[in-house]
């Protein structure tokens, strides 16, 4: 059984930092692609930035240069360091695994973390 365990959200003034975590755990042997997404009250979820196995990251134009996420294969942990935050980070965060060897068993979907709350203060 995959489970995604998050920690770190909180609450943060604008301008201050916040580091998110997500442990996966379940017998992992790989995870292809680890990420975030997050989705505020009224609005759709949306994919704030994702890594794949190989390094490889992308990230929503709103959190370029603020953000930065990486992983932990050998923990199966990713991360999502925030800096400079705006008020209109504020929202659930979800943790994010697709494609995962878990035991004997490969699993071609998605997963999800509980989700975290991150509120900034203006």
């Known amino acids: 059984q995959v489970q995604l365990v998050e920690s770190g959200g909180g609450l943060v003034q604008a301008g201050g930092s916040l580091r998110l975590s997500c442990a996966v755990s379940g017998s992992i042997f790989s995870i292809n692609t680890m990420g975030w997404y997050r989705q505020a009250p009224g609005k759709q979820r949306e994919l704030v930035a994702a890594?794949?196995?190989?390094?490889?990251?992308n990230y929503a134009d709103s959190v370029k240069g603020r953000f930065t996420i990486s992983r932990d294969n050998a923990k199966n942990t990713v991360y999502l360091q925030m800096n400079s935050l705006k008020p209109e980070d504020t929202a659930v965060y979800y943790c994010?695994?697709?494609?995962?060897?878990?035991?004997?068993?490969?699993?071609?979907?998605?997963?999800w973390g509980q989700g975290t709350q991150v509120t900034v203060s203006s």
């Open positions: 890594v794949s196995s190989g390094g490889s990251t």
């Open positions: 994010n695994v697709d494609r995962v060897h878990s035991g004997s068993y490969y699993y071609a979907r998605a997963f």
